[in-house]
């Protein structure tokens, strides 16, 4: 987000969400509604001196450049407060695999859009949550309004399987299927509804994976305590450098995501009732 | 009084997986409350009916371990935390899996610093050979509890998940000794309490109680050399003023403050710096509840060995079952 015009017409700014500076410099940007073009800039290597070169830029060192002469004509194009994003398009490379900005979380808006498609025997409410990246916001007044029974959230999640990683560090596989978390730092996933999307995987033979670090937290935090309690999940696509401006993913995850939670919608409304006529909500 | 601290303690129940503890203190209760029933996130909500005021008296099932998170060619486990936990404090301790399985935590011994040891560096060693061996008796996402069986020794007892078994049975003892009241007491056992206080958030707000307590265990200052804190074991059940989550309503402190001198009750006050409690998240639900909590004074939280005095557990029963009786203002 822009915060101050310099006077040279070069734009200070303060990241929304987790951004660290190392991966900022050099990229495109687009500013405001009208996209207006600029670049992170940061001095050359050969203006760098030997602290500067051996160390990690900081975010206040860092400025964008809109190729404004000073702060009137800056002014002109943009505003304090004004929102900027990643200009990277979507690329479809390599074997199978897509590269774009945001794959956390559009690729999980795109798997409920299509699960939207789809009838089910069941009421659902097809959420898309704003402010999930400055701390879970938007989910906590959706559940409240929703007060749902059970909720599927839907993810694009870390993948570490990159140079430099032990493997029992490695959180989750690029092209091993959806994974489904146990637990991180805002929830303890419901074990009856997760071993429910397990098993539902296993049955139809779709590829899955359990998420291995406990690191990160989802909408399910906040929609878990919502109300008098819900059971939630989370199932996420695995996607390397998430929280950078080109994360990467592999499109069979995707699609076996969409396969798993169409397949958990289908039959979950007859499982819960089951449940329920067991007597699952009562002990005595 | 022993005999149920030491079913309560040691039956298995981390984080989220507090089913087996719900059904113990159920069928202790069975009959005795005139509703029992659980919630989504797997409270345990025991109901004595009353027209009086609504008091909640919440105490969380959940006990801290650990969840494996990879299992290596060689069959060690690696693992991450459930709850708070001191890397320093849990090596060479012993875990145990809900099907039994025991394992023993050790480090990577070519840490330079042990103080900067991190659960990164460590893992469990089940005895197995490889990974196929490890994985027919644990899997990904499992999780264990600390190995630490039950003590009574000089009046005070020596256990794991004393935090907060210790709080479930003094609820146990007061909903089963049914103190005569108009008001109806809901008598909570929570869910995912050392996650982040999320259990009592969801049962408070299908209970909305006029008033609540949170009876959990809070820290001593009476051991060498330790962080001043001004309570002593033994020397009665601590009336919270403030934890790092929740400042007592002053009506709920009063209230336990008075009900203590009046029946010439042991009590001491709690300011406990760090650490929050159920009340934390009781507070502020739906248009706010006063609330605070009844603590039991405990050496060594979050080990293996946690310590309480039996005096100061029966004299919180006894507190708690004045608290309730009274009407509320």
Redesign the interface.
Same mark, same amino acid.
């Given at each position: 987000m822009v915060s101050h015009i310099n006077s040279d017409g070069l734009l200070k700014f303060q990241t929304v969400g987790g951004i660290e500076a190392r991966v900022l410099v050099g990229k495109r940007v687009r500013i405001g509604e009208e996209g207006i073009p600029g670049v992170i800039g940061y001095k050359p290597v050969h203006l760098q001196d030997s602290t500067e070169r051996n160390g990690a830029v900081k975010k206040k060192q860092l400025t964008i450049d809109i190729g404004a002469k000073d702060r009137e004509q800056a002014e002109e194009w943009v505003d304090i407060g004004d929102t900027v994003s990643f200009a990277y398009d979507p690329v479809e490379f390599g074997d199978n695999k897509l590269m774009a900005k945001a794959l956390d979380d559009r690729v999980g808006c795109a798997v409920l859009i299509e699960l939207l498609k789809g009838s089910y025997e069941c009421d659902i409410y097809g959420c898309f949550t704003v402010q999930e990246e400055i701390g879970l916001k938007g989910a906590k007044t959706a559940s409240f309004q929703v007060m749902p !029974?059970v909720a599927l959230v839907l993810e694009g999640t870390t993948c570490y399987d990159v140079p430099d990683t032990k !493997? +029992?560090?490695m959180s989750t596989l690029c092209g091993k299927g959806p994974a489904l978390t146990?637990?991180d730092r805002s929830v #303890?996933?419901?074990?009856d509804l997760l071993t429910y999307i397990s098993d539902t995987a296993k049955a139809c033979k779709i590829p899955y994976q359990?998420k =291995?670090? #406990?690191s990160g937290g989802t909408d399910a935090g906040r929609i878990?305590?919502?109300?008098?309690?819900?059971?939630v999940a989370t199932i996420a696509v695995p996607c390397r450098y998430i929280h950078t401006p080109v994360s990467v993913m592999d499109k069979s995850d995707l699609e076996n995501m969409l396969r798993l939670a169409k397949e958990v919608l289908k039959t979950l409304p007859a499982a819960i009732n089951l449940y329920r006529e067991q007597g699952g =909500? +009562?002990?005595? | 009084m022993f005999e149920l601290i030491d079913t309560l303690t040691q039956t298995f129940g981390p984080s989220g997986y507090e089913k087996k503890v719900a059904g113990t203190i159920a069928d202790l209760l069975k009959g005795k409350v005139d509703e029992i029933r659980s919630d989504a996130l797997g409270n345990l909500i025991c109901v004595k009916k009353g027209s009086g005021k609504k008091i909640m008296l919440a105490a969380h099932m959940d006990e801290i371990g650990i969840i494996v998170s990879y299992i290596d060619d060689k069959g060690f486990l690696r693992f991450g935390n459930i709850g708070g936990i001191p890397p320093l404090m849990i090596l060479g301790q012993r875990v145990v899996f809900e099907n039994g399985t025991t394992g023993v935590i050790w480090y990577e011994e070519d840490i330079d610093n042990m103080k900067n040891t991190k659960l990164d560096k460590m893992y469990i060693d089940i005895g197995a050979n490889s990974r196929t061996d490890a994985e027919k008796l644990v899997k990904v996402g499992d999780l264990a509890v600390f190995v630490g069986e039950t003590v009574e020794q000089n009046g005070r007892i020596i256990s794991k998940a004393l935090d907060d078994r210790i709080g479930c049975a003094v609820l146990v003892q007061l909903a089963l000794s049914r103190p005569q009241t108009d008001n109806e007491i809901y008598y909570v056992f929570t869910a995912q309490e050392e996650v982040g206080l999320r259990g009592a958030k969801t049962a408070a707000f299908g209970i909305i109680p006029d008033m609540a307590l949170a009876i959990d265990v809070c820290d001593t200052g009476d051991t060498p050399s330790c962080k001043p804190m001004a309570v002593r074991l033994g020397e009665g059940p601590a009336v919270k003023i403030k934890d790092h989550s929740v400042i007592a309503h002053p009506k709920v402190k009063d209230r336990l403050i008075n009900a203590a001198k009046e029946k010439n009750i042991p009590y001491q006050l709690e300011v406990m710096l760090a650490g929050g409690t159920d009340a934390g998240s009781i507070h502020t639900t739906a248009g706010g509840i006063p609330s605070g909590g009844v603590s039991i004074p405990t050496r060594y939280i979050h080990d293996a060995s946690e310590m309480v005095d039996i005096a100061d557990v029966e004299n919180a029963v006894k507190l708690l079952a004045e608290f309730v009786k009274e009407m509320v203002h």
């Open positions: !029974e !493997e +029992q560090s146990i637990m #303890i996933a419901d074990r359990f =291995k670090t #406990i878990q305590v919502n109300g008098t309690g819900v059971k =909500k +009562q002990y005595v | -």
